[in-house]
């Protein structure tokens, strides 16, 4: 390992420049990642008292994105600096790549399980009877999915020698017997990674889309009680108001993962079909698994842009209710 590590010390002038940005790339997101959701995790972690079941499902979807962080991406940053050879052995070969489909697995059925819970809350209100124990339950579940359907990792990666060479391994996948397997398994993979849970939600955000936009042409009470008019408009418009708020967040990271996602299992699963026909360029593989990785940073981001117009909004709200208030007060006393 130390002989590896001084050749690729002693090879880092003789890195193409595509290498060195793909590097610089990477550690960039890595540092964004870290730090954006280990601020999330500490900021939900500290406030308890006050935490939604959006901030339940939030919470996780950090801890699943700071996992990736440490786990996928330093491998990716490893291969990359050791020109694609595994020193680490075929245990780590194998845990290393069930880690990486348990994070992206999880981060996906949280994600259904969130796009379900806003659709109760909006579409189905007085039904909905969904307790913090039962998130608790939903996310527990979602974990416990992604750990067993990400098993067939531990059989299919292994560490092997690289092709043509007798000393140099690689970590890649060597537990097919025929090709047909690795058809059927990447397309069950993304299918319920990516293909069945997009078109769920997309049909839970077509409904809730739905029910938002007839509750903001409705929400006008018709009272003759100018103050009680006030004070419904603003529990109403409040109340309108932070579930829009709550399903703009859950679709704008639920679009950012899709968008971030698709064009790698779209084009791998192109690949797959060619009989290896037609491969993905390596540079081509480099800018997609970038941009799927990438998505783990943004989510933080979204969280923060959202809780701060959130906030805001609110505040906006609450003035203008104060002042209808006083208006209709007023115009009482006159009469």
């Given at each position: 390992?130390?002989?590896?590590?001084?050749?690729?010390?002693?090879?880092?002038?003789?890195?193409?420049?595509?290498?060195?940005?793909?590097?610089?790339i990477?550690?960039?997101?890595?540092?964004?990642?870290?730090?954006?959701?280990?601020?999330?995790?500490?900021?939900?972690?500290?406030?308890?008292?006050?935490?939604?079941?959006?901030?339940?499902?939030?919470?996780?979807?950090?801890?699943?994105?700071?996992?990736?962080?440490l786990c996928t991406m330093t491998s990716e940053l490893f291969l990359l600096i050791f020109d694609?050879?595994?020193?680490?052995?075929?245990?780590?070969c194998k845990l290393t790549l069930y880690i990486q489909v348990v994070t992206l697995a999880s981060t996906t059925f949280i994600n259904v399980a969130m796009t379900y819970d806003r659709y109760e809350?909006?579409?189905?209100?007085?039904?909905?009877?969904?307790?913090?124990r039962r998130v608790r339950r939903i996310i527990l579940i979602c974990w416990l999915s992604s750990l067993i359907t990400a098993i067939p990792q531990l059989f299919i990666f292994e560490?092997?020698?690289?092709?043509?060479?007798?000393?140099?391994?690689?970590?890649?996948?060597?537990?097919?017997?025929a090709e047909w397997q690795r058809r059927i398994y990447f397309t069950t993979f993304a299918s319920y990674v990516l293909v069945i849970p997009a078109f769920c939600m997309t049909i839970w955000y077509i409904k809730i889309i739905n029910v938002v936009t007839l509750s903001?042409?409705?929400?006008?009470?018709?009272?003759?009680?100018?103050?009680?008019?006030?004070?419904?408009?603003?529990?109403?418009?409040?109340?309108?108001?932070?579930?829009v708020k709550t399903v703009h967040l859950a679709m704008t990271i639920i679009i950012v993962f899709v968008v971030c996602w698709t064009p790698y299992m779209v084009l791998t699963l192109i690949e797959v079909y060619s009989n290896r026909y037609w491969?993905?360029?390596?540079?081509?593989?480099?800018?997609?698994?970038?941009?799927?990785?990438?998505?783990?940073?943004?989510?933080?981001?979204?969280?923060?842009?959202?809780?701060?117009?959130?906030?805001?909004?609110?505040?906006?709200?609450?003035?203008?209710?104060?002042?209808?208030?006083?208006?209709?007060?007023?115009?009482?006393?006159?009469k």
């Open positions: 390992m130390n002989n590896l590590s001084s050749n690729t010390t002693a090879s880092y002038y003789l890195w193409s420049t595509d290498k060195k940005i793909r590097i610089f990477l550690t960039i997101i890595m540092c964004i990642t870290l730090i954006g959701n280990s601020y999330i995790i500490f900021k939900l972690l500290c406030n308890r008292r006050h935490r939604t079941r959006l901030q339940l499902f939030i919470l996780n979807l950090a801890i699943g994105d700071l996992t990736i962080c694609q050879q595994w020193i680490l052995g075929n245990v780590a809350a909006v579409c189905c209100p007085l039904q909905s009877r969904i307790t913090f560490q092997s020698f690289i092709p043509g060479s007798s000393t140099k391994y690689q970590c890649a996948s060597t537990g097919y017997t903001t042409h409705t929400w006008m009470p018709k009272v003759e009680d100018q103050s009680t008019t006030a004070t419904s408009i603003v529990s109403s418009s409040g109340a309108s108001l932070a579930k491969r993905i360029p390596s540079w081509l593989d480099g800018v997609l698994q970038t941009i799927s990785l990438a998505q783990s940073s943004f989510n933080p981001f979204i969280y923060i842009i959202f809780n701060h117009r959130r906030k805001r909004s609110s505040t906006i709200v609450l003035a203008l209710g104060r002042t209808s208030i006083q208006i209709s007060r007023t115009k009482s006393r006159r």
